[in-house]
């Protein structure tokens, strides 16, 4: 028998499609998206369908038209998607190219990037690709007193960073990060995109509480390198990603990562060897090459680059392969915390993303349920268990 629920769900979706269909005869189309006329229809075709409770919407899968990859509708509600971020491989003369003025920069934080914003009344977070997380939704609304702000710029969005050790989608550990934070990296408006000055923005945030990622000050593009690079030196010093380049209106951004953070992705990435291809693998060795020519390495500094660069590469693809071959599978480990009801709507929500996960650890710990699961990777443990069967290997 049909519930009440998904009568009101179905009730919901067919009003999405039939207000997008609307719109699609109407000049209205390219205005809500704000796309030339001729591009609305097959903007809108690239969009597909997700659930967040008893509420239906669409999320663009990628950029079309640049729309950004990850831009909602509910309704005739656009939340766009966070832009692509360019990166440079050097910094000489790779920022006074790309800036033509004086530009911010702040330091690049290692976690997932999220879009916060208020619809009819309820916050709701979503990921780069456009999907609600309940589990972010509610770390969020704890974390941040956000109704003042929605109240006072309700067609704003906070585009954030989710960082710390208990995460449901990364496992990069800062110090002073005892569970999961977020910190505000860009305040934009919801159906333009358009972000604010930066450092209006970082007033802003300031004004209500808000974390931000770390401020490096303002250069001038002829004459920074020499402090950027010590910069990042610094930060790989201290395992850290990166640095973002800012423009001061925040239009034009330009990213760069230190070596401790290529090196950490791919070994990320080579836990799991068959999930990641070579399209993965390039960049970030070409990354370490050149770093390791602009700033000036030695042959025994660049050899050991190069012997660490291997190791995290090929130790995370052994240990993969020997805990196929002696645990059946294999896949990334996390551990999150939070109120009963959010743990059980983070589950909900992978086993719709057809994420197949194994809870390894559940406990109580003050009132919050502490989960540490397996999300498997069915790549990697299908793969791996049929070469070790003697399949031959075809690359």
């Not at 934080?109 to 309820?122: H, Q």
């Not at 660069?309 to 090929?314: K, M, N, P, V």
């Amino acid at each position: 028998m049909t519930t009440l629920r998904e009568n009101h769900a179905a009730a919901t979706f067919e009003r999405t499609l039939n207000s997008i269909a609307m719109l699609s005869r109407t000049m209205e189309n390219h205005e809500l998206l704000g796309v030339a006329p001729a591009a609305a229809d097959d903007v809108l075709e690239h969009f597909e369908r997700a659930t967040y409770g008893n509420r239906t919407y669409l999320h663009l899968t990628d950029t079309r038209h640049g729309i950004e990859r990850g831009t909602v509708l509910f309704g005739e509600t656009v939340v766009r998607g966070f832009p692509k971020i360019s990166r440079t491989l050097v910094l000489d003369p790779g920022i006074s190219q790309f800036f033509d003025g004086p530009f911010v920069v702040e330091e690049k934080l290692n976690g997932y990037n999220v879009r916060i914003a208020r619809l009819d009344g309820e916050v709701l977070a979503f990921t780069r690709s456009g999907y609600v997380c309940p589990f972010t939704t509610h770390t969020v609304s704890e974390r941040l007193d956000l109704d003042p702000f929605f109240d006072d710029h309700p067609e704003s969005m906070l585009c954030g960073e989710m960082i710390g050790p208990e995460s449901p989608y990364t496992d990069y550990d800062y110090p002073a990060v005892d569970s999961l934070d977020v910190s505000i990296f860009d305040v934009r408006h919801r159906r333009t995109g358009n972000p604010l000055l930066v450092d209006r923005r970082r007033r802003l945030c300031d004004a209500y509480g808000f974390p931000q990622a770390t401020s490096f000050g303002v250069f001038d593009p002829q004459t920074a390198v020499p402090e950027l690079r010590r910069i990042v030196e610094e930060l790989g010093a201290e395992d850290r990603e990166g640095v973002v380049m800012k423009s001061l209106d925040g239009r034009r951004q330009l990213k760069y990562t230190t070596s401790a953070a290529n090196q950490g992705s791919l070994a990320y990435a080579f836990a799991v060897p068959f999930d990641y291809g070579p399209d993965f693998l390039f960049p970030r060795i070409m990354r370490e090459a050149f770093q390791s020519v602009e700033f000036g390495e030695s042959d025994a500094a660049a050899r050991d680059r190069a012997r660490s660069l291997g190791e995290a590469i090929l130790l995370p693809a052994i240990g993969a392969i020997r805990e196929v071959r002696e645990e059946g599978a294999t896949g990334e480990e996390h551990t999150v915390r939070g109120s009963p009801d959010a743990i059980d709507a983070l589950f909900a929500h992978l086993d719709r993303m057809k994420l197949r996960t194994t809870i390894r650890r559940d406990e109580t710990v003050d009132g919050e349920r502490v989960v540490t699961f397996l999300k498997h990777s069915a790549a990697t443990t299908d793969s791996v268990k049929s070469y070790l069967a003697g399949q031959t290997f075809d690359a």
